[in-house]
């Protein structure tokens, strides 16, 4: 799972209103080899949470991101190739997401987030 999707998750158990950002537990990070694509990264930029991206890739091994970023740093290639490898490279093959406020483990494996919610967890349907 890369850190793009993990950027845009959040739990979804009936009742839980701090959902976001999910706690990450590593088992196990790879590196996945990704086309430099700045004009991909410039444009997905203000559609990230820049703290919750921090603290994921943190928790990931990698901790060279700047704490905060604005948009004047998108002219910097140093900048934009950090945030290509946080953002695209890192991969979390093994572990679990956890709801921020329940603890609920959501299974990470071979890349893949298990979110299904058990019956006790669904909202109820809108009428």
């Known amino acids: 799972m890369r850190l793009l999707t993990h950027n ?3 739990s979804n158990i009936k009742g839980v209103t701090n959902d976001f950002p999910l706690r990450i537990e590593v088992q196990k990070v ?3 080899p990704v086309d430099f694509n700045p004009d ?3 444009h997905m930029f203000p559609k990230i949470d820049w703290n919750a991206l921090v603290g994921a890739s943190q928790t990931m091994g990698y901790p060279d991101l700047p704490d905060s970023a604005d948009a004047a740093m998108l002219d910097s290639d140093d900048f934009l190739r950090r945030f290509h490898h946080s953002l695209l ?3 979390l093959e093994e ?3 956890l709801c921020p406020k329940t603890s609920r ?5 071979k890349g893949i ?3 299904h919610l058990h019956e006790d967890e669904l909202q109820e349907p809108a009428v």
Do not use: T
Request: glycine share 4%; net charge positive.
């Open 30 to 32: 790879i590196e996945k």
């Open 89 to 91: 490279k890192l991969h």
């Open 40 to 42: 991909f990264l410039r």
């Open 8 to 10: 845009m998750l959040s």
């Open 95 to 97: 572990g679990a997401l």
């Open 113 to 115: 987030p298990n979110m």
């Open 105 to 109: 483990r959501f299974p990470v494996i």
